[in-house]
């Protein structure tokens, strides 16, 4: 079974800086592209970022320069390294992939999530 597990999320104040890491765990043979995702209250989940396997990154317009995303094939994780934080960042962030596995070939996995509380 593949399970994606995200941590680092918390209450910050505006102006500072979170680091989320997401770890993936299972019989996995490989993963493609993985990303973050966000929901605030009473909207939709959008994208924030993502990174191919080989590195290409891709942000949405509201965190360029101050996002950051990052991974390490070799432990299966991705990072998002979020500065200059403000309110309008608070969100439950989710973590996602797309992982070849064991029993279910090629199949979208996501996070249970982590709150992000930008708030003075």
């Known amino acids: 079974q593949v399970q994606l597990a995200e941590s680092g999320g918390g209450l910050v104040q505006p102006g500072g800086s979170l680091r989320l890491s997401c770890a993936a765990s299972?019989?996995?043979?490989?993963?493609?592209?993985m990303g973050w995702y966000r929901q605030a209250p009473g909207k939709q989940r959008e994208l924030v970022a993502s990174?191919?396997?080989?590195?290409?990154?891709n942000y949405a317009d509201s965190v360029k320069g101050r996002f950051t995303i990052s991974r390490d094939n070799a432990k299966n994780t991705v990072y998002l390294q979020m500065g200059s934080l403000k309110p309008e960042d608070t969100a439950v962030y989710y973590c996602n992939a797309g992982i070849l596995s064991r029993s279910f070939g090629w199949s979208d996995y996501w996070g249970r999530g982590t709150q992000v509380t930008v708030s003075s």
């Open positions: 990174i191919t396997t080989g590195g290409t990154t």
């Open positions: 299972g019989s996995i043979f490989s993963i493609n592209a």
